[in-house]
């Protein structure tokens, strides 16, 4: 499964009250939310490669 | 506890605190935390981050577990 | 029934004081099943009380407040009541619920192998979070309800005559029930940014002994 399709399955798995909580850090020291993150990757954004990789390192991105 | 292998990677144990340190920053400013029967305050708990001490690194390996736990739907099962 | 419970609840701090009013329902609760109870509170939470309690009226329950670490429990002013150095003289046969940072790391395994019947703690920070708003009304604190009463749950349900194991069980149940609840869209924004350190105390709370020990 790609990092993509990975991060949809977890996002189905946070809590909607967890879900505006910081998870990741991007760029310039940018945090970012579950659902903000979900904003740039559903628009392919050129900050997606960044987000999928900081979440696979934190080990939050399993593979099946 | 897990073993966080993660946090043996300098770089990554880095990313990591910068990240729990958002984190810690974001808590709503009406909630008092203590620890153990001791007030601490929100800078006191970044300092300990940072610095690595024990209960930086308590904080640290908790907030992951806390993430991976969300993540993998494991705050689900019961028991 | 006859049994005895000893708490001590110091109180010389805002977070202590908030484990003072929450241990009235379980002196409540003790009351109402007719056991007796050994109130050291407040300044009483010394060692020279706190041995003495234990030596003259043997108590079966223990429910200790306050600051700990791994191998210890402090009273007030965190005056350390409980350690290596007493653990054998005092525990043997008695249930422990150690509600403080840390004592179920070291101190928890030593006072079984000293001859406790049990101990039920935590095995790193055990976390308190509290509403700035609620602070002089602190029964009134509804996020710190949501840590205090499974915490009150190891002891009350000890009192309703439910094994060591069954306590300890019914504590982690009402943690995740509350825990279910502030990361659920329900909550408030104070309730869900709380849950992290209501998770790490679910995390870190040890049981150790005869789970089958009872009063």
Redo the contacts between chains.
Sequence with gaps: MDKKAQFYK?YG??????RD?????VGN?E?LSWSAAKVEIDNDTDKVKEILE?LS??????ED | MDNFEELRDEGLQDYIKELVVARINALSKELEISVGGENITREEILKSVMEGNELGREVIEMQLKFLRDISEGKIYQSG | MGSVLLLTRPNHDLPTTYLYHWSELVIKEASNKGIKVLDLEGKKANKSQFSSYISKNKPELLFLNGHGAKDCVGGYDNEILLDSSNCEALLKGKILYVRSCEAGAVLGPFSIGKGAAAFIGYSRSYWLIRSISKSTRPLNDSVAKLFLEPSNQVPISLIKGRNVKESYDKSQKEMRRNFSYMISSKASIEERDAAFFLFANLSCQVMYGQGTAKL
Aim: net charge positive.
């Design positions: 977890t798995n946070i809590p909607l009250g967890l909580q910081i998870v990741v850090i020291n945090p900081k390192q934190l080990g939050l991105l399993k």
